[in-house]
């Protein structure tokens, strides 16, 4: 009786290290539960709505993927319901990058953006993926960034990072502001203003923290001089803070823009503004959270305040062609809306 036990328990175990040793069979999905990924495994395994991601991530046909799977304590606090009512395919796609067997040596190399595969079915940019950051500090869609808590766990189909949090699929740059607490009364200001980005693509905003925004109501409360103010903070195109760092202007593609200097405590300085918090990254561009209202004005006039529009005829002439054009911008748009 002893010995068939010990012949069992030899079995057992020798079946159990070849499982353990040969990981190549094993998906990304396979991996998680033995890596303190049990409940996102549960979570898309036993639930019908995520047939189609279950199919993605057991792909065997050479395609590479590297996934940053939520902990099980990270699932607990997220709030994510472990009931199968939910469908958290876009949500768990946006985790996952394809392509590249990414190894936390390479990710804590260098800031990186790079696209997961999460791409919106609907909304203006369809078939464009929703970008991640990754960095040594973590990786995030905006806000706090996720620690890798167990990294480098390889699979047959790519490699498996566990993370101390569940991230956020960035929304609208309005959604994004608003979540971020230092840029709240930014959003609250847009919003009171009647402002939407929704007419900008692929744009880079430079959102000033709130104690920013206060300041501009203590300086004036003329609203076409602070729409266009802030208006000024958006520019239609994309940049990065790596190529903001490497660059000394910032200009979209009219010519508008900034002149960007460079000093060793501050980092990236544009318009005597700094960076405080850059990359923040929502579903059609980058937010980068600055220190201070950055001056579009301020590329001819570095001295320049706040434009004041009764204070001299140089800030009346700068202040209502541009103020003109913004309203032409806007009708055309709207005229393109409707169209549409
Ligand atoms: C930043 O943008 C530049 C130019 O668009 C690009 O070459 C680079 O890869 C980007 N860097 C990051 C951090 O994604
Ligand atoms: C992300 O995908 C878009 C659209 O497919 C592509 O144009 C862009 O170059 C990709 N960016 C990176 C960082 O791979
Ligand atoms: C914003 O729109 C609302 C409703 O259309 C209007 O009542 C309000 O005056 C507008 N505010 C500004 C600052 O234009
Ligand atoms: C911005 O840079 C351009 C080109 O170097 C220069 O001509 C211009 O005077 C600069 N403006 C300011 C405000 O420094």
């Known amino acids: 009786m002893k010995i068939l036990l010990l012949i069992v328990a030899i079995a057992t ?52 993927f590297t996934l940053f799977a939520p902990s099980d304590e990270a699932i607990d606090q997220s709030g994510l319901s472990q009931s199968n009512d939910n469908d958290y395919t876009d949500r768990f796609h946006y985790h996952m990058i394809t392509d590249e067997r990414l190894s936390t040596q390479d990710i804590n190399k260098e800031q990186r953006l790079r696209n997961t595969t999460f791409i919106p079915k609907h909304g203006k940019n369809h078939h464009v993926p929703i970008m991640m950051g990754t960095s040594s500090e973590g990786v995030w869609s905006y806000g706090d960034k996720a620690k890798i808590i167990h990294g480098d766990i390889q699979a047959s189909n790519g490699v498996v990072h566990i993370i101390d949090r569940v991230l956020n699929i960035p929304g609208s740059a309005e959604q994004v502001l608003r979540a971020l607490p230092q840029t709240r009364e930014f959003a609250n200001k847009l919003s009171s203003l009647n402002m939407s980005l929704q007419l900008f693509t692929h744009a880079t905003v430079f959102a000033p923290i709130n104690e920013a925004i206060k300041r501009v109501d203590e300086m004036t409360k003329d609203p076409p001089t602070v729409v266009l103010t802030l208006n000024h903070l958006i520019v239609d195109k994309s940049f990065n803070a790596t190529s903001i760092k490497n660059s000394n202007k910032v200009v979209d593609n009219h010519g508008m823009g900034f002149n960007v200097s460079h ?58 062609p541009s103020f003109h054009i913004l309203m032409t911008m806007i009708s055309v748009l709207f005229f393109c809306c409707f169209c549409y």
Do not use: C, W
């Open 263 to 320: 000093d060793d405590t501050h980092g990236a300085v544009i318009n005597g503004v700094s960076i405080l918090l850059p990359d923040q990254i929502y579903d059609d561009g980058l937010i980068h959270v600055t220190d201070g209202i950055v001056l579009r004005g301020g590329l001819d006039h570095p001295e320049a305040d706040l434009p004041q529009p009764k204070d001299t005829s140089h800030a009346i002439a700068f202040t209502i």
């Open 13 to 64: 175990f020798t079946h159990f290290s070849i499982a353990q040793e040969n990981s190549d069979g094993n998906t990304i999905l396979d991996v998680l539960s033995n890596n303190g990924a049990s409940k996102l495994h549960d979570m898309i395994i036993n639930n019908p709505h995520h047939t189609s991601l279950i199919q993605y991530m057991s792909q065997t046909d050479g395609t590479e």
